[in-house]
């Protein structure tokens, strides 16, 4: 069992394609909460995106330093999934700044409804 925290970014397996869900295997940063994940059966994840475009209102770029990302990355907060810890495949990195924290935060408040 992989015992993760929040901030983490692990390769996660998202399965196949359906729909605009994201698919097959991708990073994604671990947003549930430690006593969540200390329970070692699901963790709650928004998946990076590779490629650079127009943001959509719940996203946030993340830079690559420090993360172990490979490059500048859009973290999609409006696609959050819940899946079992199995799904992670490995560890890549963790983000530590407290500036993408807050941003991420923030974005997470605006996808589920807390626009205050």
């Keep these: ?3 993760t925290s929040r901030w983490e970014i692990y390769l996660t397996d998202f399965g196949p394609r359906r729909g605009h869900a994201p698919a097959l295997e991708h990073p994604a940063l671990i947003l549930s909460s430690d ?3 200390r329970q070692g059966i699901t963790v709650t994840v ?6 650079l475009r127009r943001l959509y209102p719940a996203e946030v770029i993340i830079q690559p330093e420090g993360t172990g990302l490979d490059t500048a990355s859009i973290l ?3 696609m959050i999934h819940t899946v079992d810890q199995g799904k992670l495949r490995s560890y890549i990195g963790e983000i530590r700044d407290p500036i993408d924290r807050r941003a991420i935060e923030a974005a997470v408040s605006l996808a589920l409804g807390d626009e205050q």
Aim: no cysteine.
């Design 76 to 78: 999609q907060v409006q």
């Design 46 to 51: 928004a998946p990076f995106h590779g490629k």
């Design 35 to 37: 006593l969540i994940n």
């Design 1 to 3: 069992m992989t015992v």
